[in-house]
């Protein structure tokens, strides 16, 4: 059985959602509040804003998927890789030579 398969990783996942949506609201009060369009630019309005956008899209993925994140699709057959096998390549091309 995976981690995610167990019977509190669900809500664990949800409440590591919300504790990144709540760092994101901090490190956007911060941006928002530090806000200088005089200032040179550095790195640090750079590194507090990638912190900010991933902290909200992984917090708000988690917050609302939870263990369901990692559930299986069934791809439709238009977007699975198709291999052909030798025997039926060889058969195509030899349909193709004629």
Same mark, same amino acid.
């Given at each position: /059985?995976?981690?995610? =398969?167990?019977? +509190?990783?669900?809500?664990?996942?949800?409440?590591?959602?919300?504790? @990144? @949506?709540?760092?994101?609201?901090?490190?956007?009060?911060? #941006?928002?509040?530090?806000?200088?369009?005089? &200032?040179?630019?550095? &790195?640090?309005? +750079? @590194? /507090?804003?990638?912190?900010? #956008?991933?902290?909200?899209?992984?917090?708000? !993925? *988690? !917050?609302? *998927?939870?263990?369901? @994140?990692?559930?299986?699709? =069934? *791809?439709? !057959?238009?977007?699975? #890789?198709?291999?052909?096998?030798?025997?039926?390549?060889?058969?195509?091309?030899?349909?193709?030579?004629?």
């Amino acid at each position: /059985m995976a981690w995610h =398969e167990r019977k +509190y990783a669900g809500s664990a996942l949800r409440l590591a959602g919300l504790v @990144l @949506l709540a760092l994101a609201v901090e490190v956007g009060r911060h #941006i928002f509040a530090t806000a200088d369009p005089t &200032a040179k630019l550095r &790195a640090l309005p +750079y @590194l /507090m804003g990638l912190i900010w #956008i991933v902290s909200l899209s992984a917090g708000a !993925a *988690l !917050a609302v *998927l939870g263990r369901h @994140l990692f559930d299986q699709v =069934e *791809l439709p !057959a238009r977007w699975r #890789i198709h291999v052909l096998t030798r025997d039926r390549s060889a058969a195509l091309g030899s349909r193709d030579a004629q």
